[in-house]
């Protein structure tokens, strides 16, 4: 039997807030024992007080480490690389962005629905004939 090939995953991220449109970020996935490590970091990190410094900077070596590419650049057209450096020297509400898109590709959270959505709706509601059947003859 041929031995079956493990490969790394990528995610190109999806964002939520408006204001992150159009940037791209493509990054790998974890493997089982760095996501169990950066979820224990989340957790210290979410908690607050001493622990949560740590915590931030181990978050943010494990995604510097995992980025392959994004678009990210300064008002001066100055790419940003994405080293540790690069997420350093931005906001953390947009690099906690990235971490909360990157786990919730490596998560599998789905994205939102498609226009074509019913969105949970009743889609076969208009087409259902609503009125009181008549009364069959009695034979």
Known sequence: MPPFVVKPKAYRLVFKDAELAGLEVTARSLNTGQFLEF???RLEQARGGVAAEP???KMLEMLSASIISWNAETEDEVPIPFTMDGLRSLELDFTMAIIDAWTGAINGVSGP???TS???SPSLEG???MDVPSASPVS
């Open 55 to 57: 915590a931030t900077q």
């Open 127 to 129: 087409s259902i004939p």
């Open 118 to 120: 019913s969105g949970g």
């Open 113 to 115: 629905l498609s226009e």
């Open 39 to 41: 979820q224990a970091a």
